[in-house]
């Protein structure tokens, strides 16, 4: 039962324009939000993350937007650059679930010259 | 030091080896965790420990043993394992308590199970 979903398994996009990542849940218990991004061989890394709370954290070039009403939140990436090539997770956790993060299966980006 | 490191990169092993997977962190988390992350998959939590105490173990087989030693290191002791257990295994800490849950990942162990 997957409980975050990112229905585009990728994303081509041209260089210097906006990447818009999208992420759908269906538990309304989660309640922070997290996107990490991942290079071949590497561990995700930490990229921004929204409290519930709040409808938009903005950070640099990354900006991550949450409609709770519709469980759905967009990560921003203005502009495109090709280091952020990569593939790109979107997770949600509960406060009543502590340490369990729940995953998307994950978009694959890739920004063109 | 924000760094989470993993040995080995690369692991091959037959169903009836016995080996360890280490992990470490210098970042003073007391929260650290294994993950298995299958091809084109997302990772899958496995084990939790919070203060060098197990605290979820989500359903994984007896196969998979986790040990922490100290705060800083988290194994992961693998016997009789099958070929489907074949993945890349993320080790992951996060500070205990935090209002976020931002974790900090390692490049992982590719474990292939021949």
């Known amino acids: 039962d997957q409980q975050v979903k990112q229905n585009s398994p990728s994303l081509s996009v041209q260089e210097g324009r906006i990447s818009i990542l999208n992420c759908d849940y269906t538990?309304?218990?989660?309640?922070?939000f997290l996107w990490y991004k991942k290079y071949p061989a590497e561990g995700p890394t930490f990229l921004i993350s929204?409290?519930?709370?709040?409808d938009k954290n903005e950070d640099g070039r990354f900006t991550v937007f949450l409609n709770k009403s519709a469980k759905h939140l967009s990560l921003h990436i203005v502009p495109s650059q090709p280091g952020d090539s990569a593939v790109y997770f979107c997770a949600a956790s509960a406060s009543d679930s502590w340490g369990k993060l729940q995953f998307g299966a994950g978009t694959q980006v890739v920004v063109t010259p | 030091d924000t760094e989470v490191t993993q040995t080995p990169k690369h692991l091959v092993m037959g169903m009836t080896n016995k080996k360890s997977l280490k992990c470490e962190q210098h970042m003073g988390h007391r929260a650290m965790y294994w993950y298995k992350q299958k091809a084109k998959k997302p990772p899958e939590l496995m084990f939790v420990y919070s203060y060098e105490k197990l605290s979820i173990n989500e359903s994984v087989p007896s196969r998979f043993s986790p040990e922490c030693p100290n705060s800083s290191l988290l194994n992961l002791h693998l016997h009789a394992l099958q070929p489907e257990d074949s993945a890349l295994y993320l080790c992951a800490s996060s500070q205990e308590g935090s209002s976020n849950n931002e974790q900090f990942f390692g490049p992982g162990t590719r474990l292939t199970v021949l």
């Open positions: 929204i409290s519930s709370i709040k």
């Open positions: 538990n309304s218990m989660f309640d922070y």
